[in-house]
């Protein structure tokens, strides 16, 4: 997967002896704001909140330039120092119009076991006079928009009508892989307006699965990439949406030029309900009892093809040995120079950074904590985001080489972590 840098970013230098101000501003906060902003269509009780996931993508980047004697070294590909972690932290990023999210939605009470619990997918697109689609229609663009949207393969046969939403100032759409017709009889009082105006919809063509797709039983010896492979919260499998907006009339196009906008939820996230094999294993190496095994990451058997442990080496990159090369090469495995134990705080942040060559795993040990990952670089299978979920106790985060990344504590309990990989 070839990494483009954007020529649009910028790089801060910061000339010694000055020092940052990681305090003001600080780029965490901010996106911590955007996430409190996004507001889903229903109550908090008709959604699994700790398994809803979002984007939130972004045109512009700012990071700040070397801390040493090469504080001036603007280029990215130039800036060697591996110990030099100043060079890695992001100082200012602009996001797009268009938010969406994925998760588990639910009409299940406690007196009704039986209800329906399955996926939804949330987009919403800017309101008011700054939006790409507002400009472009000389701010006429009215009480709805209308949504392109592909789902994997599948792809909406008519346009998507997508209301305004007063509330939030923006244009929002949440579609839900509800079977039935009597949605609206099961939801609370914002979710049946949500239905009303036609904020809220079904279509469980496009939003595809069900929650009891991923149960642990039945599983033994199956290749999870096997299981319900076009699942909307697939935990293995990236979801590709190609996104585009258009007005009422369909003279105006918000569409990439006509490319149309490719999204992606495809954080490696990994854990004892994230895996691609599971099973139990009797006597396992000439021992005795019985083994209950998750495969979360491999380069073996059935996954030794899978890539996911593997990295591009762009020829601007070091490899595992700390060497640049005239050419792209590809490495197999993952390369580890440390492995750290940390502690968060309530209310402590690691920053939004980047580490231009290694990938890294981030593993929670104990609690709670909000997981952001993201392309510093242009992929060529999708726009640049910033994917946010909750990361619980027992999972972890492969991050890629190029991946930005950051973790926040949110709770008021310290959060233990694991971090292994290499640095840049």
């Not at 402590?348 to 593993?363: A, K, L, S, V, Y």
Request: charged fraction near 25%; include cysteine.
């Amino acid at each position: 997967m070839p990494m483009t840098i954007v020529s649009g970013d910028k790089v801060f230098t910061v000339k010694p002896p000055a020092t940052i101000d990681y305090k003001s501003n600080n780029p965490l906060a901010r996106l911590m704001k955007v996430l409190e902003a996004i507001e889903l269509s229903a109550e908090r009780e008709h959604y699994l909140l700790n398994e809803v996931q979002y984007l939130v993508p972004f045109d512009f980047l700012e990071l700040y330039g070397p801390a040493d004697a090469s504080w001036n070294v603007t280029d990215p590909r130039a800036q060697d120092n591996k110990e030099d972690f100043q060079k890695q932290n992001i100082k200012d990023f602009r996001c797009t119009d268009t938010w969406i999210a994925r998760g588990w939605a639910t009409t299940r009470e406690d007196s009704n076991p039986g209800e329906w619990t399955g996926p939804f997918l949330f987009l919403s697109y800017r309101g008011g006079p700054d939006s790409k689609l507002s400009q472009m229609s000389g701010h006429k663009l009215g009480a709805s928009i209308k949504l392109y949207l592909k789902v994997q393969n599948v792809a909406v046969p008519t346009l998507i009508d997508v209301p305004y939403n007063p509330a939030t100032d923006r244009y929002e759409i949440e579609i839900w892989g509800y079977p039935g017709s009597d949605l609206r009889s099961k939801l609370d009082a914002k979710g049946a307006a949500a239905m009303d105006r036609g904020g809220l919809i079904t279509n469980p063509n496009l939003v595809q699965g069900s929650y009891e797709d991923f149960a642990r039983e039945g599983l033994d010896n199956r290749d999870m990439r096997t299981v319900a492979p076009n699942h909307t919260m697939h935990p293995v499998i990236p979801l590709t949406l190609e996104v585009a907006w258009t007005d009422q009339t369909q003279t105006w196009w918000d569409s990439k030029g006509g490319q149309n906008y490719r999204y992606q939820f495809n954080m490696i996230y990994r854990g004892w309900d994230n895996f691609l094999k599971v099973g139990v294993s009797e006597s396992p190496h000439g021992g005795f009892g019985f083994l209950h095994y998750r495969n979360v990451l491999s380069n073996y058997f059935d996954f030794r093809n899978s890539g996911e442990l593997g990295r591009e080496v762009e020829p601007w990159m070091f490899d595992a040995n700390g060497n640049k090369a005239g050419s792209s090469r590809y490495e197999k495995f993952l390369a580890v120079e440390y492995m750290d134990l940390h502690i968060l705080k309530p209310e402590c942040g690691i920053g939004i950074h980047r580490h231009r060559d290694n990938q890294e795993i981030f593993f929670l040990l104990t609690g709670a904590g909000i997981m952001m990952t993201g392309d510093w670089c242009q992929s060529s299978l999708r726009e640049r985001c910033f994917e946010i979920r909750t990361m619980t106790a027992g999972s972890f985060s492969l991050l890629k080489a190029g991946n930005l990344h950051a973790l926040y504590n949110v709770t008021d309990e310290d959060i233990s972590l694991l971090m292994f990989g290499g640095y840049d």
